[in-house]
């Protein structure tokens, strides 16, 4: 999978219009469309990015991998978590260090 492909993914996990994340980065929104579509990329922008998405690995998002799409175009990193997944995640973990406790 490519950059932009990528890119696409990790814009749409949190917005539903590009216009939205152009405004969020203060960038003028063809800026952005350019980027999105293959123009290469800043490191001004790849620092909004990293900024904007902490929960992206930066290690998947710049490689170009063929062998990062695997079965059906699913990507074999799942570099975006959303809210809810965070949120059950830490629960589990914190059950979990919950049930390593000693027992008073």
């Known amino acids: 999978m490519e950059f932009e492909e990528k890119l696409k ?26 980027y999105v579509n293959g ?4 490191i001004d922008f790849l ?8 929960e992206a690995d930066l290690n998947w998002l710049l490689r170009d991998d063929p062998e990062d799409v ?7 990193y799942k570099p975006v978590l959303n809210n809810t997944q965070i949120i059950s995640k830490i629960e589990v973990l914190l059950d979990d260090l919950k049930n390593q406790m000693p027992q008073k």
């Open 70 to 76: 695997v079965n059906e175009g699913e990507p074999r």
């Open 39 to 42: 123009k290469k990329v800043s």
């Open 9 to 34: 993914q990790l814009i749409k996990s949190k917005y539903s219009k590009l216009g939205d994340l152009a405004k969020k980065l203060d960038m003028n929104y063809s800026q952005l469309s350019q």
């Open 47 to 54: 620092h909004k990015i990293i900024q904007e998405f902490p």
